[in-house]
């Protein structure tokens, strides 16, 4: 609504004359910058973000906000029609006169709905109770019956969320669950309990979910398609070191100790693989020595949602899994015989560096059907697909080839031999757009999809007739279209408005491509400059940092009406810049690798040559540099402060993994290789600490279960032995990020660069939290 628009004068004013005179800012000049986080913008974008909820019959309905208050559509792609699922105000009244409550068309009480088997009433929930509702009538009446859900296209081989701390079989009658370190199952219809495993002990538990730095009481568990078996592991911590925290109170701390080994450990964490059978509890070992704990995708065996590595046989004869080594470098494709437990070597891949199967997907499947296996590979220094023969263990054939990557095998159609994969780099501009293609088993036909230039979302119908494609560029919003397997175009859906936030003074990050340090390889970024800037200023420069190596300073190439808090620092007075470096993925190999063996480079040296380059288009002045950073940006940002302090003047390191050898196992062993290997003591920031010259302030939450404390604490005493200035913020009871605390740390972190690299005074304790859209 219009009452909820802010004019462009009421907000684009810039830094107010009187604190640049003063030599400080005001209050008025943070609630500017305020007025670009999320939770201002987002309200102001409208009909983006389609996320299309698909019913039984191959039709979905999807919600999208507009000024007026939110809207429903019902899609039916093979007839190619949209239409409204229902008129807003008639609902809001027959609501208010069966709910006995006043609703309004722009306020309904729900954020989902359903429709029952025939498609005659939409059912949803409003205020803690179902609800049935009949467009042809305009009546409601109250139902507690189930609504249509959600099918998903596959559930095999992947385990479907249940209550609680429980993974529901994917016929939905049984539900596995831990209890007292072993396996137990419940039937959902009549709530009665059976024990599947007996042997299970503290520290040597069935489907125990621990990564180290992530951990849950729910079962790791892959079902096999039938519902009768769940593929696990008995996890073996027993000699496996300990991690222990402290909380702060009044009166005695409490301890909170568990299983977290390092690298450099003589013993890590190991899985002896099961199969469980549900239906007559029976445990079937495999013949095989215990896998350590690790995974193609990441560092977490259970990153995909449930037991990574693994693709069961539809019968539940078979099951196919990967085991990783220690350091990664290995994988060794096998199959167990789920009745016996024997298991046989398909074939292996051996790496100098890291192996990894994907990006945000496990990017192999097994056939059994056709004997046949899609492997993942960037033995050709690009992320390709492969067939094998899963007889022999014989390649076959190179699925897909060229100087671009695969990143999502979204859909194997067997029958037709012809896969459906997401994949960054092979079409002209930014190189991290990801697209649709489909290609045939034997690498012919490959085919463009999704061709609008633009990052794309993909969500396939669950008969894999249709999919829903949203696209859009950091700075072009979201255009949301239906198409047919062949790529063709069925129905448009919605355009993103972002009408009301452009006029409240809003403009998008500017896309930029500069070089790397080594002079050839082309890197990308997002720069945020102030909406007002000042003809013949120069502005001092904030680098937001995340080196990776898994992820990078973008994380998402799609539109987003705020990154951060980036373009709100911008609004104070700065120009800030996130910059893709080289050894972070979704490029070659060989991209990916430049820092293999010395995280320490956080990909600082491109970082540093990016500003200089950007310093000859922009307004930056190269003489005040400031940088921040969490998690793997916090290890990056003290680095940069020790091993770059003529460039770096100011810096945020919040919740760094300042010493790898402090860090979970699978982390430094992954991407620096072993201990004996790799030279961590020459890579921790501590060591480095006494080159300290600027202003740095550290950061940590004293409870934090990801990158322990004791990274920073490490730093800190350094510091001090070193004699250097430094500040430090803690956050006694918080974890790896700081949760109520974080608006507090923003406002620090305002006050920070406002103070050392911008030579103005803050506000005092400003409030954050001030919500400009509905004043």
Do not use: C
């Not at 690790?294 to 590595?309: F, K, M, P, Q």
């Not at 099951?319 to 080594?325: I, N």
């Not at 991290?432 to 045939?440: D, E, P, R, S």
């Not at 937001?544 to 007075?573: K, M, T």
């Amino acid at each position: 609504m219009n009452k909820y628009l802010l004019t462009a004068a009421a907000v684009v004013f810039g830094l107010s004359a009187a604190a640049q005179q003063g030599g400080a800012l005001t209050a008025k000049d943070y609630e500017h910058a305020e007025s670009f986080l999320a939770y201002n913008t987002m309200p102001l974008v409208y009909r983006a973000n389609v996320m299309p909820n698909w019913l039984h019959n191959g039709k979905f309905w999807y919600r999208v906000t507009t000024p007026n208050g939110a809207e429903f559509y019902l899609v039916d792609p093979a007839k190619k029609t949209r239409s409204k699922a229902f008129d807003e105000t008639k609902l809001a009244t027959a609501l208010s006169s069966a709910a006995g409550t006043t609703y309004s068309a722009d306020k309904l009480p729900f954020m989902s709905i359903g429709y029952t088997a025939d498609d005659k009433y939409v059912t949803f929930n409003a205020d803690g109770k179902g609800w049935k509702y009949d467009p042809q009538a305009n009546q409601v009446t109250a139902d507690n019956s189930t609504t249509e859900a959600v099918k998903p296209a596959r559930l095999t081989g992947r385990a479907a969320r249940g209550g609680g701390n429980e993974v529901l079989s994917p016929d939905g009658k049984k539900a596995v669950f831990i209890k007292d370190y072993n396996l137990w199952v419940r039937d959902v219809a009549n709530n009665s309990t059976t024990q599947l495993t007996t042997d299970g002990v503290k520290d040597f538990g069935y489907a125990t979910d621990n990564a180290g730095w992530t951990h849950s009481d729910r079962p790791i568990v892959s079902w096999s398609p039938d519902s009768k078996k769940v593929a696990t592991f008995q996890q073996d911590q027993r000699k496996s070191s300990d991690m222990y925290l402290v909380t702060t109170n009044v009166g005695r701390p409490t301890l909170k100790a568990w299983k977290y080994p390092l690298p450099g450990d003589k013993d890590i964490t190991m899985i002896q693989r099961v199969i469980v059978d549900v239906e007559n509890p029976k445990v079937v070992r495999f013949n095989i020595a215990p896998d350590p704990h690790r995974a193609t995708l990441s560092d977490d065996i259970a990153s995909s949602g449930s037991l990574d590595d693994a693709d069961w046989k539809p019968d539940g004869t078979e099951f196919a899994f990967v085991s990783t080594s220690r350091d990664h470098k290995n994988e060794k494709f096998r199959i167990a015989n789920a009745q016996t437990g024997v298991v046989r070597d398909v074939f292996e891949e051996t790496v100098k560096t890291q192996y990894e199967s994907g990006w945000g997907a496990i990017n192999w499947r097994y056939l059994p059907a056709s004997k046949e296996i899609i492997w993942f590979s960037e033995r050709d220094n690009w992320g390709h697909l492969y067939l094998y023969d899963a007889t022999t263990g014989k390649l076959k054939n190179q699925i897909t080839k060229g100087n671009w990557i695969v990143t999502k095998l979204l859909k194997v159609d067997e029958k037709n031999r012809m896969l459906y994969f997401m994949a960054d780099g092979r079409e002209p501009g930014n190189p991290y757009f990801a697209h649709l293609y489909k290609i045939g088993f034997n690498g012919k036909g490959l085919t463009l999809l999704t061709p609008e230039a633009g990052n794309h979302v993909i969500s396939f119908s669950p008969n894999e007739q249709y999919f829903v494609d949203t696209y859009s560029q950091p700075d072009v919003p979201q255009v949301s279209v239906v198409r047919d397997l062949n790529g063709k175009l069925i129905s448009n859906l919605e355009k993103a408005d972002i009408s009301q936030l452009v006029a409240t003074g809003w403009k998008a990050p500017i896309p930029v491509k500069v070089k790397a340090h080594d002079g050839t390889t082309d890197i990308y970024g997002l720069v945020f400059t102030p909406t007002k800037m000042d003809a013949g200023k120069k502005y001092p420069v904030i680098d937001y940092i995340y080196p990776g190596p898994q992820g990078g300073s973008i994380g998402n190439w799609s539109f987003g009406p705020s990154r951060n808090d980036n373009q709100a620092l911008a609004e104070l007075g700065f120009i800030v810049v996130a910059i893709e470096g080289t050894s972070n993925p979704l490029r070659s190999k060989s991209f990916h690798d430049m820092s293999y063996g010395n995280m320490a480079e956080n990909t600082l040296p491109d970082q540093i040559t990016a500003i200089k380059q950007l310093a000859a288009k922009y307004p930056i002045d190269t003489t005040k540099v400031g940088i921040w950073g969490h998690s793997g940006g916090g290890f990056a940002t003290a680095t940069a402060m020790f091993r770059y302090p003529d460039f770096f003047k100011v810096g945020i390191s919040e919740s760094g993994n300042h010493d790898n050898r402090n860090y979970e196992d699978d982390w430094g062993e992954r991407y620096d290789g072993l201990v004996e290997n790799s030279d961590y003591d020459a890579q921790a920031n501590q060591n480095w600490a006494k080159n300290l010259k600027g202003k740095l302030m550290l950061v940590h939450g004293m409870m934090d279960d990801n990158v322990p404390p004791y990274n920073t604490l490490l730093v800190v005493e350094a510091l001090e032995k070193a004699n250097k200035s430094f500040d430090l913020v803690i956050f006694p009871n918080s974890a790896h990020g700081y949760g109520a605390y974080s608006p507090y740390m923003m406002r620090r972190r305002w006050d920070y660069f406002v103070e050392n690299l911008l030579g103005l005074k803050p506000p005092y304790d400003y409030q954050m939290g001030k919500r400009t859209v509905g004043r």
